[in-house]
């Protein structure tokens, strides 16, 4: 049957869902309707470029994937879920948007994403490459009878990213990894060139996302061989692009994603813990059913065209856009850029690895430059890292913050 795999991820979403029932609230989180697999394939033709790039009329193209977190944490481990009002309600698994749901192409080279009407390459080459070498490859490949397959966005190959488990924070029912062995930090697989400079790649780097670890960070792009990264090639029309409105009254619209914003931060940071409060109480413009946004939500209105780093006058700023949000500048002497800006919280937790599954963490989106402890861009404004969630938490990899920024959201 055509949709055989995509109605089984769907059953088996719903019954999660009624497990938790009392526990989660159904969001919309962009349900508008998405493309079929007959309205973005265009397999009458082999081998045709004819959709590359091109979106069917009238369709919303930035349809957020639920990230599959069903678990409930505190600042150091699982826990029950928590009742309104009590500590720690609001996080991720409080919400359920729309579950990742995907089909199998019957010659098991490729995967359909029944919400982003997008195409995957189901097993990459277990291949370090470069970022002109991976453009090139993704350029030139036939596969599954299609010869339009191109480089990922960043939003488009974190859409696939699966923060059920994590190592991997991929669905491998559907997607392979590069290396059939142990799950390493080494499953990086390149996006998009970044504007700005980083300690390693210089005016040299490009975003990867890691589907070993989960992070979103930029790499020196010119490293091939066994330092260089994977490519997952992707087909279908461009996803990802924001249509933000300013409402006027303190908040912003995304009409791509059915998603509301909170249009400020309020200038001051706070833990993980207090985050969810402060998003749980707020009533702006009328609604108080604002949240803390899960990592996919608030990375999807991450602006990839700036950073404080950029060596090009033209790319300096923050990674959102400065004609609808207004973020805090960090207090000069917090980076080695002036100015700059901070991470903002998510409500999805994390773990430091297998080795150490204790739920510090909680994940970040850096809108500034996203420094290790020298102050200097290490991993690239508009990265997806996390930080341990209280200040008297354990260390991860350096460079924490334990009080971040907040830019609550809603659904439309």
Known sequence: MKYHKGIIALIVAMAIMALFAGCISQTDSGQTESPSAEETDTGSVPLSTASKNTAPAGKTTYTIVDTGQTKFFNNIEEITCPAEGEAFYGQDSQYSGNQPAYETSSDGLTVYDLNTGLTWQRTPENTGLNYEEAYDYCESLELGGYDDWRMPTTKELFSISDFSEGWPYLDTEYFDLADSGEVSKDEQYWTEPYVGTTVEGGTDAAFGVNHGTGHIKAYPAKVSGRMG??????????????????????????????????????????????????????????????????????????????????????????????????????????????????????????????????????????????????????????????DTKVEDGPLGEGGERYYNYVLCVRDT
């Open 229 to 386: 990264n994977h490519v997952r090639a992707v087909r279908g029309y461009s996803y990802g692009v924001n249509d933000f409105t300013d409402d006027g009254d303190g908040t912003i619209t995304d009409s791509a994603t059915g998603l509301m914003w909170q249009q400020a931060d309020i200038g001051s940071g706070m833990d993980w813990d207090s985050a969810l409060v402060y998003a749980e109480d707020l009533t702006l413009a009328g609604y108080d059913d604002w949240r803390l946004p899960n990592v996919k939500e608030l990375q999807s209105i991450v602006d990839y065209a700036h950073s404080p780093s950029a060596a090009d006058a033209a790319d300096l700023g923050p990674a959102i856009d400065t004609d609808f949000f207004t973020v805090t500048k960090l207090p000069a002497g917090t980076t080695n850029y002036d100015p700059d800006y901070g991470y903002y919280w998510t409500s999805t937790s994390a773990y430091f690895n297998k080795q150490d599954p204790g739920y510090y963490y909680a994940w970040y989106v850096a809108i500034g430059t996203a420094v290790g402890n020298s102050g200097t861009d290490s991993h690239g404004a508009g990265a997806v890292r996390f």
